[in-house]
């Protein structure tokens, strides 16, 4: 193989890490050879490779690609040929590119750099070692192609050779750092007949040099040294008693979770929701709470004010259709900031009638709110202006077939939905807004609503299942497989944002992974070219090609 760069590769080299700006570049496959797409479809390379493996190290994102052709690999950086797919192995070492090729049984390797040009100025086998000896330097031990060894030092910053330590040995070894950092030990034979030689180099300042020779006169006796030191350690240890067998410490590093409940007075309330008035506004807000009470039952309002020395309490009895049994009080915070107040609502009434079940919200007791049945959990909507908005199921029964349905009920609002709905059910999910979700059921059909109204899937999918064994990808955790008239989606937990997020049904084919901030893998991305690409295969568990979360698909045939 010939150990020479063309000019081609030097440009190539050479736009891809200058240009700023340039288009996302997604796997795109057409029958079974794969090229690369823009997300609109343009082509920037055609396909002509086996297959496009992206690199799957700690460190990668998804803008690098190897490219498979005849069980050989190239490199495809930014959607632009960095290397043809000429050579065995190719992977990264620090700031340079190593290439490995192999014909007629013989290897060949070469260290490339980001410039395209090459660091050594004669072919070698492989690189035997590398380590870094300060934060400049790297040294390298390789192979030569006649079977000798060398190490030289290379400087990071100018991808320069610093200085050859050894050249052309018939053997080295790089044996241990001594007194410090900077010294390192090495042994040698500069040819196969010459006495072995261990030599202790130090790296502080240039040029570096030998600060000792050991001679031996045969590898014999220098090993000898190791027989006697163990020798030693073994007699020693035995006459202090040491045992000879081996143990493991096994340490407790399974902590459960810890919840703690903290009731605050109602002080300590005020003065957190009046924290951000103390500084802009002259005149302070006016606080008031309010309260439902249980009095020989009957039910009366309190209203307090509370930020005045002495604290102004008024009782405002409920006015109700007729007489009530079982009324409940429950435990309930809401609030609301007006431009000068702050008003803080502490509980909800619960009762029933002969045939009714009904709820008092303290914001309004003129409205009494009735239904058949409600179901007793309460949400609170999350907003940035207020707190005083409440949900809850609520459902009547059909006369003619007596069957419950139900929606979701809104102080504010009134019913977000017709009475619709066969169940409504608490489902899991975490969303961004925060927001409890609802799972809805119409016949043999599911979908998800949130607690503030807001639909999340229509009620039109088959029931959502688990995914199984093969929850967790490499990217995402996937939560539920959806389904929708013979198409499918997913709900997965974005590790970026923490959140669970949702891929309709509108593939042909089941999502096999989701690539979120495509093609970076970094969560703090602030780059604004990304998209979410989807991994789609077939029922074989074959991956067929990408898409992306809206449906766009990047291959065909």
Not at 391 to 407: E, P
């Amino acid at each position: 193989m010939s150990f020479k760069f063309n000019l081609f590769t030097v440009v190539i080299l050479f736009n891809i890490f200058l240009v700023s700006a340039q288009d996302i570049a997604i796997p795109y496959r057409d029958g079974e050879k794969w090229g690369m797409c823009n997300p609109e479809g343009k082509i920037l390379i055609e396909p002509k490779y086996d297959k496009l493996e992206f690199k799957e190290y700690y460190d990668s994102d998804f803008q690098t690609v190897f490219p498979k052709l005849k069980n050989k690999t190239g490199l495809i950086i930014n959607g632009k040929i960095v290397f043809e797919a000429n050579y065995s192995e190719i992977y990264f070492d620090d700031e340079n590119y190593v290439l490995t090729s192999e014909e007629n049984n013989a290897k060949t390797t070469e260290i490339i750099n980001k410039e395209g040009h090459a660091i050594l100025k004669k072919p070698i086998i492989k690189i035997i070692a590398s380590e870094h000896i300060t934060s400049n330097l790297k040294l390298y031990q390789v192979l030569n192609k006649d079977f000798t060894e060398s190490v030289f030092l290379l400087n990071k910053k100018t991808q320069a050779i610093e200085q050859w330590l050894y050249e052309d040995f018939h053997s080295l070894y790089i044996l241990k750092k001594v007194g410090g950092r900077y010294n390192l030990v090495f042994n040698s034979k500069k040819s196969e007949n010459d006495a072995l030689q261990t030599d202790v180099w130090n790296f502080e300042k240039t040029p570096f040099t030998k600060t000792q020779k050991l001679m031996y006169e045969t590898e014999e006796k220098y090993l000898e040294q190791f027989y006697q030191k163990a020798k030693y350690k073994t007699n020693n240890n035995e006459r202090k008693g040491y045992g000879t067998g081996t143990g493991e410490a096994v340490t407790d590093s399974e902590y459960g979770e810890m919840y703690t409940a903290v009731e605050r007075g109602d002080s300590e309330v005020v003065a957190e929701m009046g924290e951000s008035n103390s500084v802009s506004n002259t005149k302070p807000k006016l606080y008031f709470t309010y309260i439902l009470k249980k009095e020989n039952e009957n039910l009366v309002l309190e209203t307090k004010q509370e930020n005045i020395k002495e604290a102004k309490k008024t009782s405002t009895p409920v006015k109700l259709k007729q007489p009530v049994k079982n009324l409940e009080v429950l435990n309930y915070y809401s609030y609301k900031d007006t431009k000068d107040s702050i008003l803080s609502y502490r509980n909800i009434a619960y009762f029933k009638t002969k045939n009714k079940t009904g709820v008092i919200f303290p914001t309004n007791i003129s409205k009494v709110i009735e239904f058949d049945t409600i179901v007793k959990v309460f949400n609170q909507v999350r907003s940035k202006d207020a707190q005083e908005e409440i949900t809850f199921i609520a459902g009547n029964k059909n006369n003619q077939n007596n069957q419950f349905k139900y929606s979701l009920y809104s102080n504010k609002k009134g019913l977000y939905f017709p009475l619709q709905f066969d169940e409504i059910s608490n489902f899991k999910l975490q969303i961004n807004n925060g927001n409890v979700v609802y799972k809805t059921k119409i016949g043999d059909k599911f979908g998800l609503i949130e607690s503030n109204g807001n639909v999340l899937l229509k009620t039109e999918y088959e029931d959502f299942k688990h995914p199984g064994y093969n929850q967790n990808s490499k990217h995402v955790t996937k939560r539920f497989l959806l389904q929708k008239n013979n198409k499918f989606g997913l709900i997965y937990h974005n590790d970026v944002t923490y959140k669970d997020e949702i891929i309709e049904a509108i593939f042909d084919y089941q999502i096999d992974d989701v690539l979120v901030n495509f093609p970076y893998k970094d969560r703090y991305t602030t780059n604004n070219s990304k998209l979410t690409l989807v991994t789609l295969k077939n029922e074989d568990n074959e991956i067929i090609g990408y898409a992306n979360a809206n449906g766009t698909l990047y291959f065909k045939n």
